[in-house]
Each structure stands twice: as C-alpha cells, then as structure tokens.
C-alpha cells in the first residue's frame, strides 16, 4: 500500500498546483552556460572537479565528461560529496577510488576528511563545483562546497561554482536562523532551515560573511525565475541523494527532516522516504487526527501503518502517517515539521526522545518551546525577526530575478 499511497499522493499534488508557473524558454544551468560559451571561463586551467551523479548537462552528458574532452581545459582531479561520485552510498565514510571513465583519482570529501588537502590540489589552480542542490541548510553538499572554498582560499586555488536552480524554488525562505556557535557539517552557516537560494548565491554569501578570502566566480544558470520549482523547467530530475528521489520529498524534507535524529523513521528503507513518517510506539490514528486538526494547507496526513526495511525500525511494523500534498503553492515543510514536533510531545511525549531533537534544528529556543508544550503558531512566531533579518542579509548576494 505505501508506494500506491505514495504515487497517489505525486498526482494529487501535481494536480492541486493553484499557480503553474512556466518556463518562457530553455532552462540553462551553470554546465550547459559553461558548454555553450566554449569553456572560456576554464581555459588554460588546471582543473579539480567536485561533483557527483547529479553533475549533468541538458541532455544526461555528465561534468565529468565535458571537461575531460573539453579543449583547453585539464582535468586534473574529481572530488566526491556524500553518497560517493555515483551517488549510491548511504554509509557514514567514504573512501577514495578511481574513476572509470577518466582514469583521475577520486578525492572522497566524506571520509578521512571533508576538506581537500594539499596534496590532492597539488595539480589544480582551479577548484569547479557542479551538484545539485536541494535549498535545505542540512542537506550537506552545501557544507563540501563551503569547505572546498576555503581551502581554495588557504591554497591559492581559483573557485568556480557552475551555478543550479533551486527545485524548490528561490522565493520562501523559513524556519529559524542556526544558532551561531552551533555550526557542523550539517549546518555550516547562519541561515534558515529553507534558505531559498542558490549554491552560487551562497557561495557569494559565505565568501563575504564568513571572510573566505577566495578568487570566485559563479556561471550563472540561464531561464530561471525565483518562483519556478523543479517541475517548471523542463530539466530531468536526477536523485540528488539516494532517499531524494521526488520533487515531492525535496519539498517535505525541510521539515520532515527534522525530527531525524529523534527515534522515529522518516521513511528511509520505504518507498517514500520524507513523504512518511512513524514508530512502532505510534498510534497511528491519533497521530493523524492530531496533525490534520491544525489544518496546515496544502497537506493531508492519512494515518497508516509500514515496515522500513532498512535505517531505523528494520522489519519492525510502525504506525504513523503519509503525507499527501495537496497543494504544492500553499505546502508549508516547516510548518509541517514543527507541527509534527508539537503533535508528537501532544501524543506521544512519554515515548518520543528528544534528546538529538536540536542536531538540525539548531535553535535551541525553538527546541524549548516545542518540549515546553507551545503551539505551532507561538513556535513559528519566534523566528520571525531573525528570518526577517537573515531576508535583508541576503538580498545583496541574490543574482536571479
């Protein structure tokens, strides 16, 4: 029943988009600028790439093959993310290896460490970023692209970010701002859980604001506007990670995402992953009433019961709910996350451990509030002057209209 729930639920919403909004002409990302103009911005340049599966022009050619055959241009090395060059992994290390295709070396940047070293930049004075991401502060790529700019800077080395769209799109921007002092992996700067900008966009910010002396340069995406998602651009949606693998849970993971590190499933080792959501100690029908009576727009919470193969809860039957977007213009995914915390303590406090609640959240007054019984509405209202804040701090490195 869930990948039945879950396909229900990719019609419905496909269905329910109040606003479509298209594309007026071909959608370009940083790569195919990059192909078009003849690789002038890397001619001469002795080139470490950092990229994954999601590396790939308009038409499926990967990153990796265009600079290797590009004239001019020496591609000297390849760099991997999290989940491996292929994006396959969904293992805690990851070590170097050799690629196929090239014959270059692979520098894991999720392994012994998450930096380029200087032996690995020892043939490159320029360092090319090309993944896509999905517009989440915990989503870790953007953490390799911070990392790699600095060591750019302490080294030297020329940083080029072949620029991508947002798939959620580059308007809303929510959640609380992290916590200075609490930045990690997954969290490397202070901005909101959904920051509705670009990895080019943050890289011009990180260079200013976290004083990262590097020579950068952004390849601009081409037919772009803020407000279009994924969907509007005529671009083929690869899986950014291994449990992405729909626009629908890029939307959802924001806020699903956040109640990860506490013990319930978020539907890794399902067919939904981020579009489902419980524990064996849930009650699921309650859960669900309790979601669905704060009558957040654009979702629905169907009460259901699953068994992950995988991750947490393995083989174990979990109540829980689906969630089934209705409307992709009105969905709130943080919203949906705090509520999800709220209906949780409301429910299931005696169960539900909180102890990692703050490892994504990283706002400990938010954290507080939730634990202390507060409703959604209260919760939200906390963040509001620093989301309006962060809003103004970012208006300077925006380039898309």
């Known amino acids: 029943m869930n990948p039945l729930i879950g396909r229900i639920g990719t019609i419905?919403?496909?269905?329910?988009?109040?606003v479509p909004v298209r594309s007026t002409g071909a959608v370009l990302n940083g790569i195919d600028v990059l192909q078009r103009d003849g690789f002038a911005a890397l001619q001469g340049r002795k080139v470490g790439l950092i990229t994954n599966q999601t590396g790939l022009n308009r038409d499926g050619v990967s990153t990796v093959r265009l600079l290797h055959e590009a004239k001019g241009v020496q591609l000297k090395a390849l760099f991997s993310p999290?989940?491996?060059?292929?994006?396959?992994?969904?293992?805690?290390?990851?070590?170097?290896?050799?690629?196929?295709?090239?014959?270059?070396?692979?520098?894991?940047?999720?392994g012994e460490t998450r930096t380029p070293t200087k032996e690995s930049l020892q043939e490159v004075d320029t360092l090319v970023f090309d993944i896509q991401d999905i517009g989440c502060r915990f989503y870790t790529y953007l953490s390799t692209m911070g990392n790699a700019m600095q060591a750019a800077a302490d080294h030297g080395v020329r940083f080029v970010v072949l620029d991508r769209v947002n798939p959620v799109g580059g308007v809303s921007t929510a959640g609380p701002v992290l916590d200075d002092g609490d930045q990690s992996f997954v969290g490397y700067h202070t901005i909101p859980v959904r920051h509705g900008m670009t990895a080019g966009e943050l890289a011009r910010m990180f260079r200013s604001e976290k004083n990262i002396n590097v020579d950068l340069q952004v390849i601009r995406v081409e037919g772009w506007r803020r407000e279009q998602l994924y969907e509007d651009t005529g671009l083929t949606w690869t899986?950014?990670?291994?449990?992405?693998?729909?626009?629908?849970?890029?939307?959802?993971?924001?806020?699903?995402?956040?109640?990860?590190?506490?013990n319930v499933s978020v539907g890794r080792?399902?067919?939904?992953p981020f579009e489902i959501v419980g524990a064996p100690w849930i009650k699921e029908q309650r859960l669900a009433e309790h979601l669905n009576a704060a009558g957040l727009p654009g979702i629905r919470f169907v009460p259901v019961r699953f068994t992950p193969l995988a991750a947490k809860f393995p083989n174990e039957i979990c109540g829980g709910v689906q969630l089934i977007i209705t409307d992709r213009q009105s969905v709130d995914p943080l919203a949906i996350g705090i509520q999800l915390m709220c209906s949780l303590q409301a429910r299931h406090a005696a169960d539900w451990q909180t102890k990692n609640l703050n490892r994504l959240l990283s706002s400990a007054k938010v954290r507080d509030a939730v634990l202390a019984g507060r409703n959604r509405v209260e919760i939200q209202r906390l963040w509001t002057e620093e989301?309006?804040?962060?809003?103004?701090?970012?208006?300077?490195?925006?380039?898309y209209e």
């Open 12 to 18: 419905a919403a496909g269905a329910r988009r109040t």
């Open 82 to 110: 999290e989940h491996g060059l292929e994006g396959r992994l969904d293992i805690p290390k990851i070590g170097d290896q050799q690629d196929a295709t090239t014959g270059l070396k692979v520098f894991s940047l999720y």
């Open 239 to 262: 899986n950014p990670s291994p449990n992405m693998r729909t626009l629908n849970q890029a939307l959802l993971y924001p806020g699903v995402g956040l109640v990860e590190m506490t």
């Open 269 to 272: 080792g399902t067919d939904t």
């Open 387 to 399: 989301l309006a804040q962060f809003e103004q701090r970012r208006r300077q490195f925006l380039v």
